[in-house]
């Protein structure tokens, strides 16, 4: 099994997540964190996450990069803002998992 940190967010230090399999991360936000996740996400609109997207490297990506696989991800982030955004204000932790 491969040991990465969980990305930093909002300046957070990586730390080990709670499961680390072939195929998938299980992570763990305390309540901090998930704020930290929510006002982040406050900030992120269509343009930055294009951006962003151009930037990174997809060495391990085994999707197709390109402008459907953009819309998809763009199509997620309201209910992503809204979701974090409750849960910070009700001081609630966030466990959510990642494929790889």
Same mark, same amino acid.
Do not use: I, N, S
């Given at each position: 099994?491969?040991?990465?940190? *969980?990305?930093?967010?909002?300046? $957070?230090? /990586?730390?080990?997540? !709670?499961?680390?399999? =072939?195929?998938?991360? &299980? ?16 900030? *992120?609109?269509?343009?930055?996450? $294009?951006? /962003?997207?151009?930037? !990174?490297?997809?060495? =391990?990506?085994?999707? &197709? ?36």
């Amino acid at each position: 099994m491969r040991r990465r940190g *969980v990305p930093a967010v909002a300046g $957070r230090p /990586r730390r080990r997540p !709670l499961l680390d399999g =072939d195929d998938r991360l &299980v992570c763990h936000l305390d309540p901090a964190e998930v704020r930290a996740v929510a006002d982040a996400l406050a900030r *992120v609109d269509e343009p930055w996450l $294009r951006t /962003r997207y151009a930037e !990174l490297e997809f060495e =391990d990506y085994q999707g &197709v990069r390109g402008e459907d696989d953009l819309v998809y991800t763009v199509c997620f982030l309201p209910d992503l803002r809204e979701f974090y955004r409750r849960a910070a204000e009700q001081g609630h932790a966030v466990v959510f998992t990642v494929d790889q």
